[in-house]
């Protein structure tokens, strides 16, 4: 089983679709800071954050993790300016947890996710690995930091670890699928494909006094398909002995103005440009010399090429020009359909609670959420009682339409199940698919998934965090009951979740 940390990421999505297309057994592990639910299809995901040192050994060892690779991180050179404190909070502070997780758990392989940051300016072009680290913003400090603690971790622990240096990462899925969606996006191919799709007026070029052929900044772009085969290829080398750095990159730099001509000649859009200001600690020209990559991996990019590289990624703009935010669902009704959904949806309930001869809670403040993943018409609604929110969220899941998930639940530290009045009838199971352990009356027991586990009124359930991965209720028809939820963390991700913003004034509508 190998853990993918970031595996909800623009990069880390990518390798775990390689890692299925290859049948390789892994599970995603990441905050959804930045990542997307919606690019995993068929891979488990663990919503945890780096910082959960116990979260992390728990599912590390539960799925009997033999191999981690660590794409979670912050990324952006201008945040990490703004906030260098944060940056290494989370890059630095976050991968120390990891290496406490892993040591606990006694997993010992690493394939870590570094960066040409680490160089700085460079004084020779193609860069070598063994070039002096001087990176010239915080965040590239943090990847060094990283990379200075994992050596010293392989001397002092038995650590095994190759660190991948990419330079600059893009393109999407061959298959237009999955494809880059940061936010804020700051890399140059998207920001110039969002002009072509007349998101942007123009794209804004940050110097052209540079010492390159035509002044501006020449980068080595290397396709994402290509980058996740490369940690394929490293997984495969720790297990033959092999360690240390490596660029990921092509040899090959091309300039901001040939990048935009580029996207011009494959999109057909004139895409407008104006010259700003250099930013600083931008160098002229990162090239990777790409030798020891491609002799001791045997890593040969095959989608890099610029022109393949732009088609690939300008089919996945296209399809998404709101990235994977396009692919939910709750965007296809009109206000009016929703409206009246949720309206049926409160009958059915208040019908239901009334067969049974039960009572709502007092004074209730309902919305309506879907709770995770997928078409929320399709998959069931929950209601949620905001009431108590943020200390307790109460749920009062009322499925109508089948299966529910709840898919962001394990990224809490205790998960309790209570059934303060009528009958739950719940269904769970692990990441991977498998059975789960949760305490019942102070006992241990291991559910399978296709056994329901029912609570009576009064009953409580403990779910062990990590492990599950998704509980729903049972039948596809009516079902009633409460959960509580006992939250260490406010920001909740079904607060956040920006669906929710999207059903305006449905609070005083609902119940
Ligand atoms: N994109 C590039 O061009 C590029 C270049 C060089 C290196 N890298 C490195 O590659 C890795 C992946 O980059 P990306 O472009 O896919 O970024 P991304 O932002 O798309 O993915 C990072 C993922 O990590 C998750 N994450 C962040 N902090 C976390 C935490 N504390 N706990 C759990 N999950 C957390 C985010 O939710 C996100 O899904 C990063 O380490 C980055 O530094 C990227």
């Known amino acids: 089983m190998i853990l993918v940390t970031g595996g909800a990421g623009y990069i880390g999505s990518h390798m775990c679709r390689l890692l299925r297309e290859r049948g390789l057994p892994h599970i995603a592990y990441d905050n959804l800071s930045k990542g997307h639910v919606e690019s995993l299809p068929g ?11 116990d979260l992390l050994t728990d599912v590390l060892l539960a799925h009997q993790v033999r191999a981690v690779v660590h794409f979670a991180a912050s990324i952006e050179v201008g945040e990490s300016v703004a906030d260098p404190l944060a940056y290494a909070q989370n890059n630095i502070g976050g991968t120390i947890s990891l290496l406490q997780a892993m040591r606990r758990a006694e ?3 690493l394939v870590f996710s570094s960066t040409a940051a680490v160089y700085g300016n460079p004084d020779t072009t193609p860069i070598p690995e063994d070039h002096p680290k001087r990176p010239s913003s915080p965040y590239g400090f943090t990847k060094h930091a990283v990379e200075t603690l994992i050596e010293s971790s392989e001397a002092a622990y038995g650590l095994r670890a190759i660190r991948l240096r990419y330079f600059n990462a893009s393109g999407a899925s061959p298959e237009g699928d999955l494809g880059e969606a940061h936010n804020p996006e700051t890399h140059l191919i998207p920001i110039v494909l969002q002009a072509a799709l007349g998101q942007r007026e123009s794209v804004a070029i940050f110097g052209s006094d540079y010492p390159t052929p035509d002044g501006t900044c020449v980068r080595d772009y290397v396709h994402v398909a290509d980058l996740a085969e490369a940690h394929l290829l490293a997984l495969d080398a720790l297990t033959r002995g092999v360690t240390g750095a490596f660029n990921l990159g092509t040899g090959t730099g091309y300039s901001v103005r040939e990048v935009i001509e580029t996207c011009r000649q494959v999109t057909g ?28 991996l045997g890593w040969i990019p095959t989608r890099s090429d610029l022109e393949q590289l732009v088609a690939d990624a300008w089919r996945w703009h296209q399809a998404h020009p709101m990235g994977y935010v396009a692919q939910e669902p709750v965007e296809a009704p009109g206000p009016a359909m929703r409206r009246s959904e949720i309206n049926a949806l409160k ?10 001869g039960w009572t709502l809670p007092p004074d209730p403040k309902w919305d309506v959420t879907d709770f995770g993943l ?43 199940i209570v059934c303060r009045w009528g009958r739950l009838a719940i269904r769970c199971h692990a990441a991977g698919g498998g059975a789960v352990a949760l305490r019942r009356n102070g006992s241990q027991t291991v559910v399978e998934p296709d056994q329901p586990f029912v609570l009576e009124a009064g009953e409580r359930v403990t779910l062990v965090p990590g492990v599950v991965h998704a509980f729903w209720p049972e039948s596809d028809e009516c079902i009633i009951g409460e959960v509580s939820t006992q939250n260490d963390d406010v920001n909740d991700n079904v607060f956040e979740d920006p669906r929710i913003g999207r059903f305006p004034g449905i609070l005083e509508d609902v119940v």
């Open 43 to 53: 891979t488990p995901l663990v919503c945890g954050d780096l910082h959960d040192t």
């Open 107 to 109: 997993v010992r392989d």
């Open 269 to 296: 859009h004139p895409i407008p440009c104006r010259e700003a200001a250099r930013r600083p600690g931008d160098p002229a020209t990162l090239v990777a010399s790409d030798t020891r990559a491609r002799e001791i």
């Open 347 to 356: 009958r059915s309930a208040a019908a239901c609670f009334e067969a049974h």
């Open 374 to 416: 997928g078409d929320w018409r399709r998959e069931g609604l929950v209601l949620v009682n905001l009431a108590e929110e943020p200390e307790y969220c109460e749920k009062l899941m009322y499925a109508q339409r089948g299966m529910v998930t709840p898919a962001h639940h394990h990224r809490r530290k205790k998960e309790d």
